[in-house]
């Protein structure tokens, strides 16, 4: 026979589910903040890619967009904090601003000004959102119109 439950004991039930949601959140929260910091951490050293493997990924990735009638392409998209001025010279767009970055995002503009830029092709580094009003992602373009 099924025995009902006493408004203590569902109480009690409902006070563990809420506990063991609470603690499971807390976990995906601790694991999500994790990978962000492993992230930041890969993105602000080096890629240790040679030019020539670098080349070859930006050729598919152009090649790609010119295929589909496009004259620029974001490339990389990065958190302003890689900044050394969290992006602020970049929103600015400050004489300078390309020595604030560090890490990949200042690889792949070393990486342009040698390479690319003699070709013919253009950067730009830009805010592209604004969580809560304050600065957020920057993307890159490369374009070649």
């Not at 099924?2 to 499971?24: C, D, F, N």
């Not at 976990?27 to 890969?42: P, Q, W």
Request: hydrophobic share 40%.
């Amino acid at each position: 026979m099924t025995k009902i439950l006493t408004v203590k004991e569902l109480q009690e039930k409902i006070a563990l589910a809420e506990g063991a949601k609470a603690s499971a959140a807390l976990k995906a929260h601790e694991a999500a903040e994790h990978e962000k910091r492993e992230l930041l951490d890969r993105l602000s050293r080096p890629s240790g890619l040679s030019d020539d493997e670098i080349v070859e990924k930006a050729s598919v990735i152009v090649n790609r967009a010119v295929e589909n009638g496009l004259t620029s392409v974001q490339v990389f998209r990065f958190p302003h904090t890689l900044c050394t001025d969290n992006g602020r010279a970049i929103n600015q767009a400050e004489p300078g601003w390309e020595k604030t970055l560090t890490g990949i995002p200042k690889e792949i503009y070393e990486f342009w000004k040698r390479q690319l830029q003699p070709r013919g092709y253009h950067i730009r580094y830009e805010i592209i959102d604004y969580p809560g009003g304050m600065l957020g992602d920057i993307g890159v373009t490369l374009s070649w119109a």
